[in-house]
């Protein structure tokens, strides 16, 4: 399927496409296609919750788990939807993952936003 995606827009020409930054950028996420999903992640709006979330699974992927946890972070404390339940879940799995490195995080404060 995300093959088939690609293919698309590989043959379409890029004045025909519109705005699909994150689009391109999840399809390569899905097809494991990390440096591809990166770079197309750099064409969308810094500000896009969508191209954030979609960058710090990236960086987890990645073992960029310092990198995924301030996404996280910022992202809680910034933007709300109904994703916010598998975003606390994430955000908790990349602190773990710093914690099992030895890394420890000022996170007390956030701790608390996050359970309330």
Do not use: W
């Not at 020409?13 to 899905?30: K, L, S, T």
């Not at 500000?47 to 954030?52: E, I, M």
């Not at 788990?65 to 933007?79: P, V």
Request: charged letters at 35%.
């Amino acid at each position: 399927m995300y093959d088939d995606a690609l293919t698309l827009l590989k043959k379409t020409p890029p004045n025909q496409m519109g705005e699909c930054a994150f689009e391109r950028a999840y399809i390569f996420y899905r097809l494991e296609k990390n440096d591809e999903a990166l770079e197309a992640l750099e064409a969308c709006d810094p500000k896009d919750h969508r191209a954030l979330e979609l960058k710090a699974q990236l960086c987890y992927r990645l073992d960029r788990f310092q990198e995924a946890y301030e996404i996280f972070r910022d992202l809680l404390r910034n933007h709300s939807d109904s994703y916010d339940d598998e975003r606390k879940a994430n955000y908790l799995a990349v602190q773990a993952q710093l914690e099992a490195m030895g890394v420890k995080q000022a996170t007390e404060d956030l701790y608390f936003e996050i359970l309330t």
